[in-house]
């Protein structure tokens, strides 16, 4: 009989731990996922320009409101750790300093994808729905579109569409802006 590889499944504190003994060289970009360290692909000018693209978009959105967090870790449980591209968070005084987001503290999460859409739509939207993430919108930049998945739960997101280019849509959190997949690829 054959055997398998085991795998071993660590939390987040052990995630911080083997951090701090820098077993990664500091440019290595990893998300902790079901407890997996997983690397991530690095950012093209792409990528980046179109976050900085959504950042703009979002900082319309009052202070009072949203705290806008790009690519900063969302504590998902023990075990996931991921490093959304924008995260819309609800407004706490300490600014997450004390520790990170939660999935209570979040309104929309964005991945901007590029090379990294399977990931996204298989992995990261399943984690998602199943830790409530409320709303959860994929960039897609080869195909120019944008995927809105909504009403979470443990089976998946129960509502999913992506808007056409006429068609306009708004954060479920903040209907007053109103986006048209041209203001998303400016």
């Known amino acids: 009989m054959a055997a398998l590889p085991i795998k071993y499944q660590i939390n987040a504190q052990d995630y911080y731990r083997i951090g701090r003994t820098q077993l990664f060289s500091e440019a290595a970009r990893m998300e902790l996922i079901e407890g997996e360290i997983v690397r991530m692909v690095p950012i ?9 693209w959504l950042l703009r ?7 009072e409101k949203t705290i806008l967090s790009v690519q900063g870790p969302i504590r998902l449980d023990d075990y996931s750790e991921p490093v959304p591209d924008l995260v819309l968070l609800k407004p706490r005084l300490d600014y997450y300093k004390k520790s990170h987001p939660k999935p ?3 309104y929309l999460i964005v991945e ?7 990931f996204d739509r ?11 993430i409320p709303e959860f ?3 897609d930049l ?3 579109a944008i995927e809105i998945f909504r ?9 999913s569409y992506i808007p056409t280019s006429e068609e306009t849509f708004s954060p479920l959190s903040f209907p007053e802006l109103v986006l048209t997949p041209n203001d998303i690829f400016g």
């Open 151 to 159: 009403k979470p739960g443990p089976g998946g997101y129960q509502e």
């Open 44 to 52: 093209g000018s792409g990528h980046a320009g179109h976050v900085n």
């Open 112 to 118: 901007v994808s590029d090379t990294t859409i399977y």
């Open 122 to 132: 298989n992995v990261k939207r399943r984690l998602y729905a199943r830790h409530n």
């Open 137 to 139: 919108w994929i960039v």
């Open 57 to 63: 978009l979002f900082t319309q959105l009052s202070e």
């Open 142 to 144: 080869h195909q120019k």
């Open 104 to 106: 209570e503290d979040v």
